[in-house]
């Protein structure tokens, strides 16, 4: 178990934040530093504390995200299927509402927005080159998927959203096993929601891959 | 809507606590929430056409108001705008004073959610912890006990002395401390389900936990006719599985990997209801096994050849299907149980309740996260509801397909699963209202099916479905938006009818109860006859079978709706409510005879009626009114 024992708080209140953290580490109810959770909410001033990790996901998902509106964007001018631009509309309308909610979260807090800009959004702050989360696609693959057109683009697009998504629920995955991560409510509910709807996204992608002709193309 | 409305918090601007955290925290008093407050909204609807009121209350049309009230309230949290049409508020009440802070609108900790019900008491689930309130004057709400225990989402149920909490989150602590679980592995965590002894209501005893590997983000709770020993839970949890260093046993691996996988299937706990405290998992029916593909409702493509289903692809590829359901709704009276279950509806068989088993699948393409299942009083339909969005995502904006984020209606016969229509709260929201179809029940008017659901900040829509491929609203109830810049989680959590009532959890506002009035769509007679029902407790999601006790307002409800069908030639209907109205000053003997002799004219009227289906449950209303006088 990696321990990263670095909670983050506001200024004002990192120390109210680190006497309920190291207070979690006892096992006794006589941890809790507050009577009540509203109480606590006010002392914390409704933010309650997170973990780099924490930051890390909602950072790193926000680049993820743009990738996935970004391929799905291109379905009806690729000549996608009717049943996979159905899809890509979901996927678009889905994950755009997300990157809100992620944006919302980090600017509540005062960090680093990334802006949804598909062409920017995977670059982390602080690294001057980008860095592609788990299951996004390389410069080369989103070229060969915009080179693609009708069937072929149905087959590469449902292979590599595939691949996005499993990427997704390994973000999800190495965040739980990140010490202090998912703690607020709000990240354990969004990364739980990522983890069932791209869960079930990849089992209706498996289907439709299924179903296409075989042959033509590799 | 561009409003450049604040949302006021404590004489402070909201939005600018976003950026700079509070330097002094707890001026406010509190004081005006220890207890409860209750208030009658007026309405705001709007429309050109003559109408009646009662109350301040517009009555006796059927067309929806135009312009739509609910579109352009204004934002607020305890003073957003409000819109009512053909319902009543009876009463708001906020939350007690452990589960609030005024301070900071949409905080994720003290978010309201599902309710249970039981004797004159509501049980109202917190995200940390839950509290229960004494609705026997449900004007006037009171606390019966605010019991602190964090752990999301707390979905809560009854049976006679024992209330069951779901405890989902990684934050959730087997001692209820507020402090959270860091750790990664920690036999502090808490992710299951929480007993509590509730035979003195207002002092709840935590006597036992019943660990999960998913946690329990919903739970149903399920007699079985044959088992009185013992009452089920069937868990469902979709959230990631938790390392068997910390609950031994547990496997997020594919079932080829390991048979013992906590993915695809579901847990059903056993609960010895002469000791609770020795609930434990007796069974994890592995019911999504073997699912083959249903057909896919309004795919538009037809297959294009080499279709394989799920679990008939084969070569390696891996398993398909749902690894988990979002909540199981089981019908003990007709034994079935509908599953929402990972882009699949699923029916099952609940006859033996540990060992459910599916028996029918259904899929849609306008469907994503299939959340609830509701069924009809007689079991001939069944309403899913996909929560597209997980409650979090606005999804009633103008802009959002009127069959996405919806109720999705399917005929039920012979065990098959036929889709008629969608269903959606119809008017559009802002960007900052959280809204999908969510949490409702039915409500028992005689002859109809008709539902009461909860939209989050879509408000409550009441619908008649009783024509399954025209559903209609019929009342509805909704707030402004809690902010007007910043979607901030708020709205219905659920909506249950008990008793007369329909309570409604708000998520950021508290408890609401409403109460229906009579409209063009519904009349006093519907109404009273739907509360004669009585229920002693009420899961929602362990759905009771309505029994309507003989009454007057029954039979009276039911001529109303052949009036209002033109099952029967006007004059019989007069005459019909001319007998009734005189039977019922008469006294025990004479009431019964001349009730008999109608039910039997009623008989004969059945022959022929343009609605003898309802004609006849007219005539055997009247007849069990007759036979109930002594």
Redesign the interface.
């Known amino acids: 178990?990696r321990r990263s024992?670095r909670?983050r708080a506001?200024?004002?209140?990192a120390v109210v934040a680190i006497a309920?953290?190291s207070?979690?580490?006892?096992?006794?109810?006589g941890?809790?530093?507050?009577?009540?959770?509203?109480?606590?909410?006010?002392?914390d001033?409704?933010?309650?504390a997170w973990t780099d990790a924490d930051v890390h996901f909602m950072t790193g998902m926000i680049g993820h995200h743009a990738q996935a509106v970004q391929m799905a964007g291109w379905a009806k001018s690729h000549g996608a299927?009717?049943?996979l631009q159905?899809l890509c509309e979901?996927i678009v309308?889905?994950q755009r509402?997300?990157i809100?909610?992620m944006q919302?979260w980090l600017?509540?807090r005062?960090l680093t927005v990334p802006d949804g800009d598909p062409a920017t959004a995977h670059m982390m702050p602080g690294m001057d080159h980008p860095m592609l989360m788990p299951g996004m696609l390389t410069a080369d693959q989103m070229a060969e998927l915009d080179a693609s057109r009708g069937v072929e683009f149905d087959r590469l697009f449902l292979t590599y959203m595939i691949m996005h998504h499993q990427g997704a629920i390994t973000m999800?995955?190495q965040l739980?096993?990140?010490?202090?991560a998912?703690?607020?409510?709000?990240i354990?509910?969004?990364?739980?929601?990522v983890?069932?709807?791209q869960?079930?996204?990849?089992?209706?992608m498996?289907?439709m891959l299924?179903?296409?002709?075989?042959g033509g193309g590799d | 809507m561009a409003s450049t409305r604040k949302l006021h918090a404590g004489g402070r601007r909201f939005a600018a606590r976003f950026l700079t955290l509070p330097a002094a925290v707890g001026l406010v008093s509190l004081t005006a929430c220890a207890g409860s407050s209750s208030s009658t909204t007026g309405t705001t609807t709007a429309s050109l056409t003559p109408a009646i009121y009662v109350d301040g209350v517009r009555v006796g049309d059927t067309a929806p108001p135009s312009p739509d009230p609910r579109i352009g309230l204004k934002a607020g949290w305890f003073d957003a705008g409000e819109a009512a049409w053909n319902l009543r508020v009876v009463s708001t009440t906020k939350p007690s004073k452990d589960f609030i802070n005024e301070s900071t609108p949409g905080d994720r900790r003290l978010i309201n959610s599902d309710l249970a019900f039981t004797g004159r008491y509501v049980v109202q689930g917190n995200y940390s912890g839950y509290q229960v309130w004494d609705i026997s004057n449900p004007a006037r709400p009171s606390l019966a006990t605010a019991y602190v225990c964090p752990g999301s989402q707390s979905d809560v149920s009854v049976y006679k002395n024992l209330a069951f909490v779901s405890g989902e989150s990684t934050a959730g602590r087997i001692d209820c401390g507020l402090q959270g679980v860091p750790d990664t592995v920690s036999l502090d965590r808490l992710r299951g389900i929480r007993i509590f002894d509730i035979s003195d209501i207002a002092k709840p005893k935590y006597i036992a936990s019943v660990q999960t590997c998913r946690g329990s983000h919903t739970h149903t709770v399920v007699e079985d006719p044959n088992d009185k020993a013992n009452v089920y839970i069937y868990v469902s949890g979709s959230a990631a599985v938790r390392s068997p260093s910390e609950l031994p046993g547990c496997s997020g691996a594919a079932p080829e990997e390991d048979p013992n996988s906590a993915l695809f299937r579901i847990e059903v706990i056993q609960v010895p209801l002469a000791a609770p405290a020795q609930a434990k998992i007796v069974s994890s029916p592995r019911i999504f096994s073997d699912l083959t593909a249903p057909p896919r409702h309004a795919e538009p493509d037809p297959p294009r050849g080499g279709r394989g289903g799920a679990g008939a692809a084969g070569g390696g590829r891996a398993r398909t299907g749902p690894t988990q359901c979002h909540d199981i709704t089981v019908y003990p009276a007709i034994g079935l149980a509908g599953g929402a279950c990972g882009g699949y509806g699923l029916l099952l068989d609940i006859r033996d309740a540990a060992h459910p088993s599916r028996i029918g699948a259904v899929a849609d393409s306008n469907f994503s996260f299939w959340h609830s299942a509701t069924f009809n009083n007689d079991g001939s339909k069944i309403l899913f509801s996909d929560e597209w969005g997980g409650g979090s995502a606005p999804r009633c904006r103008s802009t959002d397909k009127m069959e996405w984020g919806a109720d999705a209606i399917f005929t039920l016969r012979n065990n098959t699963m036929t889709f008629k229509s969608y269903y959606k709260m119809p008017a559009a929201q802002t960007a900052t209202e959280n809204c999908v179809a969510h949490n409702g029940s039915l409500i028992p008017i005689p002859g109809r099916d008709v539902m009461v659901q909860a939209w989050y900040q879509g408000g409550i829509s009441v619908f008649d479905w009783t024509d399954a491929e025209h559903p209609v609203e019929i009342a509805f109830h909704d707030r402004g938006p809690l902010d007007a810049e910043n979607l901030l989680s708020a709205g219905s959590w659920s909506v249950y009818w008990y008793n007369g009532y329909m309570v409604s959890s708000e998520i950021s506002r508290g408890l609401d109860i409403f109460e229906l009035v009579p409209s063009g769509f519904l009349t006093q007679n519907e109404i009273d006859a739907a509360k004669t029902v009585h229920l002693d407790h009420l899961n929602t999601q362990g759905q009771p079978k309505f029994v309507w006790p003989p009454s007057y307002p029954l039979a009276r409800a039911f001529v109303d709706q052949i009036e209002r069908s033109g099952g029967l030639a006007a004059a019989r209907i007069t005459a019909v409510r001319a007998e009734l109205d005189r039977t019922e000053r008469l006294g025990g003997q004479q009431r019964r005879e001349g009730l008999a002799q109608l039910a039997s004219q009623i008989d004969n009227d059945a022959r022929g009626a343009r609605d003898a289906a309802k004609v006849r449950m007219l005539a055997g209303a009247v007849r069990d009114v007759s036979n109930a006088q002594r």
């Open positions: 178990m024992p909670i506001g200024a004002l209140l309920a953290c207070g979690a580490t006892q096992s006794s109810a941890g809790n530093a507050f009577a009540s959770p509203a109480e606590q909410a006010r002392a001033g409704g933010i309650p299927s009717e049943s159905r979901r309308v889905g509402d997300e809100g909610l919302a600017r509540r005062g999800v995955e739980f096993a990140s010490w202090g998912a703690q607020d409510d709000m354990f509910k969004f990364a739980s929601d983890n069932v709807d869960t079930t996204e990849i089992d209706r498996n289907l299924a179903a296409l002709p075989a």
